[in-house]
Nanobody, 124 residues
Framework: FQLQASGGGSVQPGGSLRLSCAYS????????IGWFRQAPGKEREGISF???????YYRGSVSGRLTISRDNTKNMVFLDMYSLKPEDTAVYYC???????????????????WGKGTLVTVSS
């Protein structure tokens, strides 16, 4: 199965962006879909997850500026990002994580498949 992230680009501080993740090869309740990001010189970190049943979780440092949503009929997951800051600059990845892991587990444990990243640059 596979995932493909898209929607990255350049945006000014304070701007918004929507990332999309298309997945195939599994059904919506097989996996939790998570968004990770890796900023230059930093480790990859999980930032938001959505289970097939509609539960959602956000990393505390970005909570309030992100909204994750799933369209299970279209096999799509979206990440809407608001009030973007330069420190949000990173390559963003979507991933399929096994449901046995807690939604609040923001590590990459249980990730069975990664999509190619999409670059988000926040700069004036």
């Amino acid at each position: 199965f596979q995932l493909q992230a898209s929607g990255g680009g350049s945006v000014q501080p304070g701007g918004s962006l929507r990332l999309s993740c298309a997945y195939s090869g599994f059904t919506f309740d097989d996996y939790t879909i998570g968004w990770f990001r890796q900023a230059p010189g930093k480790e990859r970190e999980g930032i938001s997850f959505a289970s097939g049943g509609g539960r959602k979780y956000y990393r505390g440092s970005v909570s309030g500026r992100l909204t994750i949503s799933r369209d299970n009929t279209k096999n799509m997951v979206f990440l809407d990002m608001y009030s973007l800051k330069p420190e949000d600059t990173a390559v963003y990845y979507c991933a399929a994580k096994r449901n046995e892991y807690a939604l609040g587990d923001l590590t990459d444990s249980g990730v069975d498949c990664w999509g190619k990243g999409t670059l988000v640059t926040v700069s004036s």
